[in-house]
């Protein structure tokens, strides 16, 4: 599912669709029992078409419910960090996804690996991480553009991909990937506090 079909024209009603056919993948993953599309149709009353439409295949649906269950929403993330500054906020946001990753590991390595199968041209991933953070970072000073690239950069901080790039690429192992993952966090937001100051 493409982010432009997601957020063009009817956005809620789209978004409440996405949902309940997650929730129709989650009721199979708690009962421990496999699924295809036509049975997520059956269950949640949508249409096969409109199913696929959104998940190309069960593969990616049951990756994407598994992460579901185990990752709390933008919201419920920011909830506890309210009350901390912004530097503190943001590294809350990148322990909370770093931590998620090392504990779902090899079902966010399933999700990664059906999603980037060429076959899939249609999947999109779900961009939490960079919906906390532009939660994060709205009541800023940082104009509209920056609060965007400023989310995109810290987003390479944090999540699979950068997990999968230090502990696979470069030979470390979980707390060195994240103690690197964390430096260079801070050098970004080093780098952004020297620039307000100049």
């Known amino acids: 599912m493409s982010d432009a079909y997601l957020q063009s024209g009817r956005t809620n009603q789209k978004q409440e669709t996405r949902s309940k056919i997650l929730a129709g993948a989650a009721y199979f993953l708690n009962k421990g029992l496999s ?12 249409s096969r078409a409109t199913v696929y439409r959104y998940f190309s295949n069960s593969d990616i649906l049951a990756a994407e419910a598994g992460l579901q269950v185990s990752t709390k929403s933008p919201e419920a ?15 809350g946001i990148q322990d909370y996804y770093n931590q998620l990753t090392l504990d779902n590991e090899q079902l966010f390595r399933k999700y990664i690996s059906a999603v980037l199968d060429p076959a899939n041209t249609n999947s999109k991933r779900g961009a939490r991480r960079k ?53 260079g966090l801070e050098l970004v937001l080093k780098g952004l506090t020297l620039n307000e100051e100049n």
């Open 131 to 183: 919906k906390t953070l532009k939660l994060a970072l709205e009541n800023t000073d940082l104009s509209p553009k920056d609060q965007e690239k400023l989310s995109n950069l810290i987003t390479l901080f944090m999540g699979v991909e950068p997990m999968i790039i230090t502990k696979d690429v470069c030979g470390l192992n979980n707390d060195e990937s994240l103690d690197l993952l964390k430096w």
């Open 77 to 91: 993330i920011l909830e506890p960090l309210d009350q901390q500054n912004l530097e503190a906020t943001i590294y």
């Open 35 to 46: 699924f295809n599309l036509d049975d997520i149709a059956k269950r949640t009353g949508i």
